[in-house]
């Protein structure tokens, strides 16, 4: 559900770096979900591994919105340069007043106008913080659920016992005579 939610807000600002993570993010919660409900040990290994690169992931994005290590959040880096669009929070956070001012003195900018921010009770980079922090914690508990599920799963595989299989005693005792000793018993 969080997941589905920061793809809402994301979309809403045209990020498409982290609309391509969301999704991938949303169809590997999916695939371990139905490794866990159809004991497939394998599909929740790969869950496993995508929180370690989601929580990666999410630390990026607690780095670029920080502007931590030469990353600006106003760059284009996640709309890949294709929009001057920034994140959705930053025009409609917690208490922002949005105002517009019509630039029509610029030739071929009639349509578009100037927004200006003003009065946020908490700055959008520091939602954006939140989300991923809140996604790392989710994904460090995911992790942690899933190394347990394919414990317990590959537990399971090891204590199953085949019928005559594995077992060097097995539960029920096979006549081990020959075949023709057994004739030579029926013929008596």
């Not at 994301?10 to 409900?37: C, E, K, M, R, S």
Request: aromatic share 18%; hydrophobic share 45%.
């Amino acid at each position: 559900l969080a997941a589905l939610e920061r793809q809402v807000f994301d979309f809403l600002g045209y990020q498409w770096a982290p609309i391509l993570a969301n999704f991938l993010h949303i169809i590997i919660v999916i695939l371990g979900l139905f490794g866990t409900i159809q004991y497939r040990p394998r599909y929740i290994v790969v869950y496993a591994i995508w929180t370690a690169v989601w929580v990666t992931w999410n630390i990026f994005i607690i780095c670029f919105y920080l502007e931590v290590g030469g990353l600006s959040k106003d760059s284009e880096l996640l709309t890949f340069n294709i929009s001057r669009h920034q994140s959705w929070w930053s025009e409609n956070g917690p208490g922002c007043i949005r105002k517009e001012a019509s630039m029509s003195g610029i030739k071929g900018l009639e349509s578009h106008s100037y927004i200006s921010v003003i009065g946020c009770a908490l700055e959008y980079r520091y939602i954006e913080v939140m989300h991923s922090s809140f996604q790392i914690l989710i994904a460090l508990v995911g992790f942690v659920y899933a190394c347990y599920v394919v414990s317990v799963f590959t537990e399971e595989e090891d204590s199953f016992d085949f019928i005559g299989g594995f077992d060097p005693f097995p539960l029920y005792h096979v006549n081990e005579k020959p075949t023709n000793l057994l004739f030579k018993q029926t013929y008596l």
